[in-house]
């Protein structure tokens, strides 16, 4: 293995100039910094990454706090951790996946053992406990969603609450006034998962605004209790016209079908909105008009404000990204 000492012997220059040159701790001279990236290239040397650690130069590796929960849909979930890992790419970054049941330590071990320059923290809830141990630890660090204390914190999201008057204004501008929602699991809403209750609390609100008659269910990931919550939404607002999706792909999938075998045709007799929808609704058997969730956007956006901070930059607050509607021909206008 190349040593330091020898890239120093090859570029004619002090051992203390080469670790200068690659902490970037000191300016070094173009000329010196040439002969050291050429020694360096030639050796094919690799600092050790402990040695950098302790000497508190960048590791180029971000953390990613994405735990896996039991009723996680996990092809959403990589999407996620693929766009997180795309964007880190793109500033020559590594990245370390927290997936440990426990959210809390995995942060704290790596703050503390400066593993990484920083974190970007996944599957935010109001209560977020990992909010608290980034603001105790300093670890630069961006957030995915927006815990209930956001004090001090970086975060970026759709603006989940809007999405939900924008899918109300949306249908009630095509006449309808009796609107049906297909939430995700209960267990979500149990754990305080943020923007499920921003969308819903904001969808609700500008319902009772507008006067239209709405019922929410939450299926669990059982289809059998997916095809039951269709079937009392149909029973509980027998007028219904409009039915919004907030909920993943298979859930969807498995509520069409069993609408279709009901002989309820989309949207001749039913209109279907897919809101902050996180898949492809233009390849599904019948393309549903959408608010899509800016999934890479909000993961390239949370990389780019970590790595800021690593650089020096701290610019704590919230950015909500705006809800954008695409017509793909699931709404009929009615009356």
């Known amino acids: 293995m190349v040593t330091i000492n020898e890239v120093a012997k090859a570029a004619g220059v002090s051992i203390s100039t080469v670790s200068y040159a690659l902490s970037g701790k000191r300016t070094i001279s173009a000329t010196t910094r040439a002969r050291i990236d050429r020694a360096v290239a030639e050796l094919d040397y690799r600092p050790n990454a ?26 959403t979930h990589m999407r996620f951790v693929t766009a ?24 704290q071990r790596v703050a503390h053992s400066s593993l990484v320059d920083g974190v970007v923290v996944l599957g935010v809830s109001t209560d977020d406990e990992r909010a608290d141990v980034v603001r105790a630890s300093g670890v630069p660090a961006a957030f995915v969603g927006v815990p209930g204390d956001t004090t001090g914190l970086t975060c970026i999201d759709l603006d989940f609450a809007e999405a939900g008057r924008a899918s109300v204004r949306r249908l009630v501008a095509d006449g309808h006034r009796s609107i049906g929602v297909i939430g995700h699991p209960a267990t979500y ?22 006067g239209v008659a709405t019922v929410a269910h939450y299926p ?7 095809r039951a919550a269709a079937d009392r939404l149909l029973a509980e607002l027998p007028d219904m016209t409009a039915l919004v999706f907030h909920c993943n792909e298979p859930v969807v999938d498995t509520v069409l079908a069993h609408l279709a075998s009901r002989g309820i045709r989309v949207p001749d007799d039913l209109s279907v909105l897919a809101a902050c929808a996180s898949y492809d609704t233009t390849v599904m058997d019948t393309p549903l008009s959408t608010i899509p969730l800016p999934l890479e956007e909000m993961c390239r956006g949370a990389v780019e404000r970590t790595v800021r901070q690593v650089d020096g930059a701290h610019e ?4 909500l990204i705006p809800p954008r509607f695409t017509d793909l021909g699931s709404i009929r206008r009615i009356g």
């Open 316 to 319: 704590p607050g919230v950015t």
């Open 220 to 226: 669990s990931l059982d289809r059998a209790d997916q």
């Open 84 to 107: 997180v890992v795309e964007a880190a790419r793109a500033h020559d970054d590594d990245v370390l996946l927290l997936a440990r049941d426990d959210e809390v330590t995995g942060i």
């Open 50 to 75: 402990g040695a950098r650690m302790l000497a508190g130069a960048r590791t180029d590796i971000l953390a990613l706090s994405a735990p896996i929960r039991p009723d996680a849909h996990l092809p």
């Open 189 to 210: 809403v149990e754990r305080h998962t943020g923007f499920i209750r921003r969308f819903a609390d904001a969808f609700d609100d500008e319902c009772r605004a507008s």
